[in-house]
């Protein structure tokens, strides 16, 4: 499996946008794989972006609670716009490699600039 950080976004939007910021089973998101989805999942949770709690049955494993942590919420407050998530993409795809603290630091930059824009300073 590849890392893909349009689907960890994709992710992050739906536990975001569920009632009450949780979910009881990974999201269904079109044109992914439900294992891709379960597995980014995983990566979302080690990366302290997500909680998520597994309940193990006869050698399967089931994804039964699925909600933000902070840095999750961080995150998904800089690239939650499509514009700032695209401009960030672009930027980091000029670097020879990508982390998602990169891709923040980058949405983080881009949104700074946009309240400049709108005359808001920060100290």
Known sequence: MKRDMDLARSVLLAVDASPGGKLDRPPVIEGYDPQDIENHILLLTRAGF???????????????????????????????NPDIWKATKDIASTTSGWTASLLAEIAKGLVRQDMLKIGIHLG
């Open 50 to 80: 997500l909680q998520a709690h597994y309940v193990g049955c006869n050698d399967a494993i089931a994804i039964t609670l699925i909600r933000l942590d902070w840095a999750g919420y961080e995150f998904i407050e800089c690239i939650r």
